[in-house]
């Protein structure tokens, strides 16, 4: 167990729909990433937050965004959902912005119909 | 830019040795290292600072070599839990933002 949680677990959207995932980070964490995870790949880095304020964007499109909040959970919002996007989203969080061992939660599974 | 892993697959029996490599073509501050298992999130395993030491415990440890920019993982005496899929994190860090970029993982499978 790491601390880090994630919800929902599951969850299948319509395509065109919106979503919005949640993170709550591990005690003492003010650096939470997101990724994405597609089957039998590694995760690909979406977006950083520190202390509430973007830190860092991978290349996803605009349609995905994220918030932090003043107690370092997070939340990812992803609209006008289409079919490439099911995969697994993951959190991670760290205790600082560089070089801190980061810790993944369980994830959300996202499948797009 | 993504790192590169190899091998992409290994098949070990029990209580053999591998070993995993990643590198990058950047400059790199850290290295992580994760195992993950099929439907399950990666867990972590080991964390290499430029300047650092080679890090292990039990019999998993790693080094990373900053004037080649590679990371090797050893697993020495593998166990059937070390089976999974190893996936190295490297983070170059500069200009305020570090992030981990993932290589596209090894996978580990040991059998009996």
């Known amino acids: 167990e790491t601390g880090v949680t994630q919800s929902p677990t599951h969850l299948i959207k319509t395509r065109g729909q919106q979503v919005t995932l949640r993170c709550s980070s591990q005690s003492g964490h003010n650096t939470v990433s997101w990724y994405q995870q597609a089957l039998g790949q590694g995760p690909q880095f979406i977006f950083q937050y520190y202390r509430e304020e973007e830190n860092g964007r991978g290349n996803f499109p605009p349609r995905f965004s994220g918030l932090q909040f003043p107690n370092y959970s997070s939340e990812l919002n992803v609209n006008a959902l289409e079919l490439d996007d099911s995969a697994l989203y993951l959190c991670?969080?760290?205790?600082?912005?560089?070089?801190?061992?980061?810790?993944f939660g369980p994830g959300t599974r996202l499948t797009v119909t | 830019q993504q790192p590169v892993q190899s091998p992409q697959a290994v098949i070990l029996r029990e209580g053999e040795d591998a070993v995993i490599n990643c590198s990058s073509s950047k400059a790199l501050y850290s290295v992580h290292w994760y195992r993950q298992k099929h439907g399950e999130a990666p867990v972590f395993l080991m964390i290499?600072?430029?300047?650092?030491e080679q890090k292990g415990h039990d019999k998993i440890s790693a080094s990373f070599n900053e004037k080649k920019q590679q990371s090797s993982l050893y697993l020495t005496a593998s166990q059937l839990s070390y089976s999974g899929t190893y996936f190295c994190g490297t983070e170059a860090g500069g200009a305020g933002s570090y992030q981990l970029t993932f290589g596209k993982g090894t996978k580990l499978s040991v059998i009996p």
């Open positions: 991670a969080s760290r205790g600082g912005l560089a070089g801190g061992e980061q810790y």
């Open positions: 290499l600072l430029k300047g650092g």
